[in-house]
C-alpha cells in the first residue's frame, strides 16, 4: 500500500537558519503530494502541494518538488523563523480513477523548534 | 465562506462508553473524511463519506462508524470505547469532482478515554 517516510526530529534551528525535511513515498499511480502544518492545539494546515512530476509547490518561503525519479517531495526554506515552529507532516493522495480517492496518507511527521 | 469546524473540541469518556463526533464541512464541500491522529503519530484515515456514503475505509474495527447528512455535515461514531482510542480526531472537507482536490482540516476533538 501507499506510505510515506520522513525525517523523524526533532529538528532545532536558529532563526535565520536553512531548512531542509526530508520525506520519500511509496505508491502506485501518480500521486499527488502535500505538506501539512500543525501548530501547537491546532488541525492541519496545508503548507503546499504539488499534483505532478517536476511540479514545485511554494509558499511562506517554503518549497518542495515532486522527484518522481527519486520519490521524494523535500521541504525546504532559506530562512526560518520562529513562527515556523511547528510538526510538519509530509502526504500523499491517490490518484482520480472515476470516484472520489482523496484519502490522504500521511508520514509521522518532524517537529521543527526554531530558536530566536 | 466558513471553514471546516468539529465538536466538540475536548471530552472525557469512560471505557466500554460510546461516543458521537460531529463535523461541519467547509461551504460547496461534499466529501468528509476522519482520521484519529495519535499522539505523537501522523493522522491516520478512518473513513470517507461522499453524498451520504462511505467511499472508502482505512484499517479501523466495524466499532468505528459513521454518517454524512444531506447538508454534507457529518458524524463519527465509536462504540466500546478502548483506552487506545484516545486521541485527536479531525475532520477534513474537499471537493469531489475535481482532480486532487485538497483537504481542509478542521481544529480537531481531543478524545480522552479513561
Known amino acids: 500500500g501507499d506510505s510515506v517516510t520522513q525525517m523523524e526530529g526533532p529538528v532545532t534551528l536558529s532563526e535565520e537558519a536553512f531548512l531542509t525535511i526530508n520525506c520519500t513515498y511509496t505508491?502506485?499511480?501518480?500521486?499527488?503530494l502535500f505538506w501539512y502544518v500543525q501548530y501547537p492545539g491546532e488541525g492541519l494546515q496545508l503548507l503546499l502541494k504539488a499534483t505532478k512530476a517536476d511540479d514545485k509547490g511554494s509558499n511562506k518561503g517554503f518549497e518542495a518538488t515532486y522527484r518522481k525519479e527519486t520519490t521524494s517531495f523535500h521541504l525546504e526554506k532559506g530562512s526560518v523563523q520562529v513562527s515556523d515552529s511547528a510538526v510538519y507532516f509530509c502526504a500523499l493522495s491517490g490518484g482520480h480513477s472515476g470516484g472520489s480517492n482523496y484519502k490522504l496518507t500521511f508520514g509521522k511527521g518532524t517537529l521543527l523548534t526554531v530558536n530566536p | 465562506e466558513t471553514g471546516v469546524t468539529q465538536s466538540p473540541t475536548h471530552l472525557i469518556k469512560t471505557r466500554g462508553q460510546q461516543v458521537t463526533l460531529r463535523c461541519s464541512s467547509q461551504s460547496g464541500h461534499n466529501t468528509v473524511s476522519w482520521y484519529q491522529q495519535a499522539l505523537g503519530q501522523g493522522p491516520q484515515f478512518i473513513f470517507q463519506y461522499y453524498r451520504e456514503e462511505e467511499n472508502g475505509r482505512g484499517n479501523f474495527p466495524p466499532r468505528f462508524s459513521g454518517l454524512q447528512f444531506p447538508n454534507y455535515s457529518s458524524e463519527l461514531n465509536v462504540n466500546a470505547l478502548e483506552l487506545d482510542d484516545s486521541a485527536l480526531y479531525l475532520c477534513?472537507?474537499?471537493?469531489?469532482?475535481?482532480?486532487?482536490?485538497?483537504?481542509?482540516f478542521g481544529q480537531g476533538t481531543r478524545l480522552t478515554v479513561v
Open positions: 477534513a472537507s474537499s471537493l469531489t469532482g475535481q482532480r486532487n482536490t485538497e483537504a481542509f
Open positions: 505508491a502506485t499511480g501518480y500521486p499527488s
